[in-house]
């Protein structure tokens, strides 16, 4: 709260935190489709799964699981996996998205995973992202607007604050 005294009159104003927006990107799926992200994201209401090691990929499968029934209960829900890694040349880029990509024998699932190579530490401080030791879970509006937000493994606590959300209540 911020008091300020102007011409005699005593204002309050409460300080909200800024809200954080998913940052314009250019990336590749892992169909090889270049995409403007957020912008392209297809759901009203798109969840991005951030993950920022190769170690942590069984925690974002933790997400994957139940995310299929969810979308389906809220059709306007869009789920998309993004791989984090800081900026690399082509060539190491190509290796590691054709690994992934062979991982990844499902072309649907391929095409919501997203890889970004950037310079992580604006992409992190601009999204409010403390650590790169745990997966982010952010549903980001149409506008690219994190609206709902968890950290770390799917639990079905976080799986129905998210429901709650998406359902209005």
Same mark, same amino acid.
């Given at each position: ?19 954080? !927006? ?37 925690? !974002? ?109």
């Amino acid at each position: 709260m911020v008091t300020k005294i102007l011409s005699g009159i005593i204002l309050s104003v409460a300080l909200l935190p800024a809200q954080e !927006v998913f940052p314009p990107l250019k990336a590749s799926n892992l169909n090889g489709k270049e995409m403007a992200i957020p912008a392209e994201f297809e759901g009203d209401f798109n969840l991005v799964l951030i993950a920022f090691q190769r170690k942590q990929q069984d925690n !974002v499968n933790t997400w994957l699981k139940p995310l299929p029934k969810i979308s389906e209960a809220h059709e306007r829900l869009r789920y998309y996996e993004l791989p984090t890694i800081d900026k690399l040349n082509p060539i190491t880029r190509w290796f590691i998205n054709n690994g992934m990509r062979s991982g990844i024998p499902d072309k649907t699932q391929r095409a919501r995973t997203i890889t970004l190579y950037i310079d992580k530490r604006p992409f992190k401080a601009s999204l409010n992202l403390a650590a790169e030791d745990t997966i982010y879970a952010l549903l980001l509006d149409r506008a690219g607007l994190v609206v709902w937000r968890a950290s770390g493994d799917y639990t079905e606590e976080k799986g129905k604050s998210l429901e709650q959300f998406l359902s209005g209540k």
